[in-house]
């Protein structure tokens, strides 16, 4: 392990189980000099700080006064973290027994990266990619998020087929290696998303910054995936459709934001049909509000945006599919990140 020091940082709330069951795990792959293992605790009221406290005394323990979400929590932990890098690790992973070695190397030889992130696979299915980040993210014309191994709920098999490292576009927030005074130079994950996305869009931004996001196969987690939010919670729906709109009027340059918002609430009024037929009315409902309170939030985005565009160095990406990924998928049966045509 190189000198650099490393805090492996994961974001508990109410997840007492998990941490019981996964911590061992994670201390024991991560036992190298110069790394520490914390737990920062959204303010749970399960016994999750006692349990850390009595059972993982090695554990370093971050304790915040209240549950504020994905992206406000993991703010306030890493602006307590001294070490060079820090992994953002959700609390339901298992690292692999030489997982930290192979990211923070690519660190050390590459300063205008970012952040790196793992080779993520099922915990349940280990021979399976995993949905959050399988091997790395992309995404389309229209702001679509996708990985190499997972397009939509299409989730492949790992044949070692993505076995190349390279840049990405984003990195999953189940497993990110990031360097920590520079995301916390950053402002970090913005804090209106709460939960989803605010990863992607933070990668984004560096990228619009010209630093790199990179995937390294040579480092694999195992992620349980549904521990905080069920997959078929209309808040979850709410919160996905609501944020990709955030970041894309964050994020896009001018003279394809216009045009890419309005196809999205397009694309997005399409879903809400879909999603009542197949899911019922509170997913549906769900989309609704997301577009509601997009535009009540124009005013502060657009603030935001002035703000951001005065770092942008670059727009223009070789990791954005020109293409639609919808049309591919779904009429055109692209099932696998191999089968588009993209040159990344």
């Known amino acids: 392990?190189?000198?650099s020091s490393v805090a492996v940082v994961i974001?508990?709330?109410?997840?007492?189980?998990?941490?019981?069951?996964?911590?061992?795990?994670?201390?024991?792959?991560?036992n190298h000099p110069g790394v520490t293992v914390v737990v920062?605790?959204?303010?749970?009221?399960?016994?999750?700080?006692?349990?850390?406290?009595?059972?993982?005394?090695?554990?370093?323990?971050?304790?915040?006064?209240?549950?504020?979400?994905?992206?406000?929590?993991?703010?306030?932990?890493?602006?307590?973290?001294?070490?060079?890098y820090s992994?953002?690790?959700?609390?339901?992973?298992?690292p692999a027994s030489d997982w930290l070695m192979p990211l923070?190397?690519?660190?050390?030889?590459?300063?205008?990266?970012?952040?790196?992130?793992?080779?993520?696979?099922?915990?349940?299915?280990?021979?399976?990619?995993?949905?959050?980040?399988?091997?790395?993210?992309?995404?389309?014309?229209?702001?679509?998020?996708?990985?190499?191994?997972r397009i939509f709920n299409h989730i492949e098999k790992d044949h070692q087929q993505y076995n190349e490292?390279?840049?990405?576009?984003?990195?999953?927030?189940?497993?990110?290696?990031?360097?920590?005074?520079?995301?916390?130079?950053?402002g970090g994950l913005d804090e209106h998303f709460?939960?989803?996305?605010?990863?992607?869009?933070?990668?984004?931004?560096?990228?619009n910054r010209g630093k790199s996001i990179y995937y390294i196969p040579q480092s694999e987690v195992f992620h349980l995936g549904g521990g905080t939010l069920n997959a078929m919670s209309p808040h979850k729906t709410y919160l996905n459709f609501r944020n990709n709109l955030f970041m894309l009027y964050?994020?896009?340059?001018?003279?394809?934001?216009?045009?890419?918002?309005?196809t999205r609430l397009l694309l997005d009024g399409v879903a809400a049909i879909k999603l009542l037929i197949s899911d019922g009315f509170g997913h549906t409902r769900a989309v609704y509000r997301a577009h509601r309170d997009y535009f009540k939030r124009i005013p502060d985005l657009r603030r935001e945006r002035n703000n951001l565009l005065k770092n942008v160095t670059t727009t223009t990406h070789a990791e954005i599919y020109t293409q639609s990924i919808i049309m591919d998928f779904f009429l055109r049966g692209m099932k696998r990140f191999s089968d588009l045509d993209f040159k990344n």
């Open 1 to 3: 392990m190189p000198e």
């Open 11 to 30: 974001l508990n709330w109410n997840t007492r189980s998990m941490l019981e069951r996964f911590l061992p795990d994670v201390l024991k792959n991560s």
């Open 40 to 84: 920062a605790d959204n303010g749970s009221t399960d016994g999750s700080q006692e349990l850390v406290k009595a059972k993982f005394p090695a554990v370093s323990l971050i304790r915040l006064d209240k549950n504020y979400g994905f992206a406000g929590g993991y703010n306030r932990a890493l602006q307590q973290i001294d070490s060079t």
């Open 87 to 94: 992994v953002l690790l959700n609390s339901d992973v298992i």
């Open 104 to 149: 923070v190397r690519h660190m050390e030889s590459t300063p205008d990266c970012a952040a790196c992130v793992p080779k993520i696979k099922d915990l349940k299915n280990p021979e399976m990619f995993e949905y959050a980040g399988a091997a790395g993210g992309f995404i389309d014309k229209w702001g679509y998020p996708f990985c190499r191994g």
């Open 165 to 186: 490292a390279g840049d990405i576009f984003w990195g999953s927030g189940a497993a990110l290696l990031v360097r920590t005074r520079e995301f916390n130079r950053s």
């Open 194 to 207: 709460f939960a989803h996305m605010e990863e992607i869009d933070w990668c984004w931004r560096m990228k």
């Open 250 to 262: 964050r994020n896009l340059p001018s003279n394809k934001l216009r045009k890419t918002i309005l």
